[in-house]
């Protein structure tokens, strides 16, 4: 469970106070390579993975809108790093859109994770029962629920079409996954009344990728949104002043500046206490802080050495969500599926260090890249990331996806070792005595230290000789050389804790619409059969099987470490305890559940 710091000194007094005054004596850690520190002397509270639950019984009672004392007024000004354009339409809408719009919530989905009961549960949907063998879903939808802009009420009619576009979506990370899913070529799906929709994915599937579409807040969710506003006013109109479902309604935008929501009374769920929350992009940490201290901003996505001037602040407090994500680095170009044909991707280069002119793991060629790809790994100290620039709120990691309670089913040698030594041996070994050039990018998706963290991987690698290009930019302008297959670089990427690793599996499919830049055969023959799993111990089994072949091939799933998040509370909110949505934390959520203090 998440909880809130109200003394925000009294726990960060102690060797992580001494750290961060090292820290900040010594200037940016970021630019120089982190010094070792001793471990955080209290642990993180762990949050159970929602994928050690069962499936959702259908029968969960609906949930009724609490009543409210008075109609909804004032304002919260929230501080994001990146905003972009409003896009709302499922098949459209990119990174950053996607994760704001679920975090605020604008829309809303037909389940959602639920901290206490640790599974997922009915939203849009009043519950779902599921065939033994698990391949037909029959999803009973929520009757009453009001699309905004008076688009009235939502049916089956406007699921089926939401799913739809989202499958057909050429940004949307799971698009492939909805397409197998919920429209199978050797599927069937029927809606015997306007409350139903029975779907029939051909085969079974295994709950996990199932529930990451029905679950918010995720950037995997499959949001509902008005058929009737597509067809009435078309697809830029809808798709910029979307009638969804949520708490809150998008209003006035304006690109790269912000972003205005407006409560919805009467919602079905919640109706937010506040009138009107403004999104503000604001790239700057420093500006996001200043706009803090003078009371211009509530809340902002704040990095963790800011730490110190947020409880400067009169009255301000502190809300700190454990294992809140996980980090890791993507090794991009290694996409050998295809290898030959019309189909190969633009990344393919046999011209870079970790990339292997030959897919056989047997082969000579394949053992001189991954041991590039090994040196790469061993030379990061993740242990000093943790305790220095996450000041001790985190943990390292061997496997991205892998983050959370999951780590405890791996075999007790997967961990990365810190030798930056036998690293320099590696790459000697492999022919790189004097290292090479390589362009390191962060993937900037609103996690604690993303940018700086990358930085000190930048210094590392620095150090045993490589020449690293350090490329900022949004995550909007990087994404689509990511979809596109045409990065060549190494990214630093932030996702959520995993409902099982399985989870992930699907960013290392040739047909996925995203990609991790590792796509191999072993991975295509292995990833859809755990897909397909039903059998839980079967399924967990298997995601071991493919996470022992990444570990030694340094494939696919190089993690860095777990991280917390903590969120400043401004003086004029009150802390919304126990209201945080389980599932992507990078970004702040729940505020519609947020009273005036």
């Known amino acids: 469970m998440n909880h809130w710091l109200k003394h925000p000194k009294a726990m ?45 019984d259908a029968t969960v009672a609906p949930t009724e809108a609490p009543a409210m004392a008075a109609a909804p007024s004032g304002t919260i000004n929230v501080g994001q790093k990146e905003l972009g354009p409003y896009f709302g339409n499922p098949k ?17 989905t037909l389940g959602m994770y639920d901290f206490d009961s640790n599974k997922v549960v009915p939203m849009l949907a009043e519950g779902w029962d599921i065939s033994p063998d698990g391949q037909v879903w029959t999803y009973k939808i929520r009757k009453g629920v009001q699309f905004h802009k008076g688009f009235g009420e939502m049916t089956v009619e406007d699921v089926v079409f939401s799913f739809d576009q989202l499958a057909n979506s050429e940004k949307h990370p799971r698009a492939s996954n ?3 899913i919920f429209f199978a070529e050797d599927g069937s799906q029927s809606t015997p009344d306007d409350y139903t929709w029975v779907v029939d994915s051909g085969s079974p599937f295994s709950d996990v990728p199932i529930f990451e579409l029905l679950a918010t807040p995720r950037a995997t969710m499959a949001w509902i949104v008005s058929k009737k506003q597509f067809d009435q006013e078309g697809e830029e109109e809808a798709n910029r002043n979307t009638a969804a479902t949520g708490p809150w309604s998008i209003g006035e935008w304006k690109t790269g500046e912000f972003w205005t929501l407006e409560a919805v009374e009467d919602h079905w769920r919640q ?38 001037e947020v409880e400067s602040v009169d009255g301000a407090l502190l809300m700190q969500v454990p294992d809140a994500g996980q980090a890791g680095l993507n090794i991009y170009g290694q996409t050998y599926v295809n290898v030959g044909t019309a189909d190969q991707w633009p990344n393919y280069n046999t011209d870079l260090p970790w990339v292997s002119p030959n897919a056989d793991t047997s082969s000579t060629e394949w053992e001189i890249a991954r041991k590039v790809r090994e040196a790469l790994s061993i030379s990061i100290d993740r242990q000093t990331i943790v305790d220095e620039l996450l000041l001790g709120f985190g943990k390292p990691l061997a496997l991205r996806d892998w983050g959370g309670p999951d780590a405890a089913r791996l075999p007790d040698d997967m961990v990365w070792e810190f030798n930056p030594d036998k690293a320099k041996t590696l790459l000697a070994d492999a022919g790189y005595p004097n ?23 930048a210094q590392y690698w620095d150090d045993i ?16 050389t990511l979809v596109a297959r045409t990065y060549e670089g190494i990214t630093c990427h932030s996702v959520a804790i995993r409902l099982a690793p399985v989870q992930g599996f699907a960013n290392y499919l040739n047909d996925s619409v995203f990609s991790y830049g590792t796509e191999h055969p072993f991975l295509e023959e292995k990833i859809p059969v755990v897909q397909g799993t039903t059998n839980r111990a079967e399924r967990e089994a298997l995601e071991v099987e493919i ?49 005036p203090r």
Do not use: H
């Open 12 to 56: 960060i007094l102690g060797p992580l106070a001494l750290l961060l005054a090292a820290i900040l004596a010594c200037g940016s850690s970021a630019t120089a390579t982190p010094v070792s520190a001793p471990p955080a002397t209290t642990a993180p509270t762990a949050v159970p993975a929602a994928g050690a639950t069962t499936a959702p």
């Open 92 to 108: 459209l809408a990119g990174n950053p859109q996607i994760f704001l719009n679920n975090a605020a919530p604008i829309t809303e």
């Open 178 to 180: 909805a397409k197998k």
């Open 271 to 308: 109706t937010p206490t506040f009138a009107e929350m403004v999104e503000w992009e604001i790239p700057e940490e420093s500006a996001r802080v200043a706009g803090f201290k003078t009371g211009n901003l509530d809340t902002f996505v704040m990095a963790l050495d800011s730490i110190s």
């Open 435 to 457: 290292g090479f050039s390589v362009t390191l990018t962060p993937a900037l998706r609103g996690a604690p230290s993303e940018v700086e963290a990358c930085e000190a991987i």
């Open 465 to 480: 000789g490589l020449d690293v290009t350090f490329q900022n930019v949004p995550y909007g302008t990087l994404r689509p």
């Open 547 to 595: 996470a022992r072949w990444q570990f030694d091939n340094v494939f696919g799933e190089t993690g860095l470490y777990v991280f917390d998040n903590v969120w400043p509370v401004g003086p004029n909110l009150a802390i919304w305890d126990g209201k945080v949505k389980q599932g992507d934390l990078r970004q702040i959520n729940g505020f519609e559940y947020i009273e």
